[in-house]
Nanobody, 124 residues
């Protein structure tokens, strides 16, 4: 069973950048499809981005397309989320998630494994 630990969150001004990392342990990382989700207070958890097992296929929410980039390094057992041109509406707790199978990368219930989350706050 894989364990996931996110890092890299923090406070940033609008227009700034952050890079989130999610380190995996306890499993063969390359066997997991990886996703990033976020949840703001009072809102449901929403899909941000996902990357396939070998990093060939990526997908993004429309709200972050062109600003965020997901990538993975299977040698380092880590998935990244580079976030540029941040907006106040990007403020949320960000979670990485993993699944060995995938049919709908945007659905949270496709992912059985989750990290604890890292907070991103964007000030205006």
């Amino acid at each position: 069973q894989v364990q996931l630990v996110e890092s890299g969150g923090g406070l940033v001004q609008a227009g700034g950048s952050l890079r989130l990392s999610c380190a995996a342990s306890g499993g063969t990382f390359s066997m997991y499809y990886m996703g990033w989700f976020r949840q703001a207070p009072g809102k449901e958890r929403e899909f941000v981005a996902a990357v396939s097992w070998r990093g060939i296929t990526t997908s993004y929410a429309d709200s972050v397309k062109g600003r965020f980039t997901i990538s993975r390094d299977n040698a380092k057992n880590t998935v990244y989320l580079q976030m540029n041109s941040l907006k106040p509406e990007d403020t949320a707790a960000y979670y990485c998630a993993a699944s060995q199978r995938m049919s709908s990368a945007r659905a949270p219930n496709e992912y059985p494994y989750w990290g604890q989350g890292t907070q991103v706050t964007v000030s205006s």
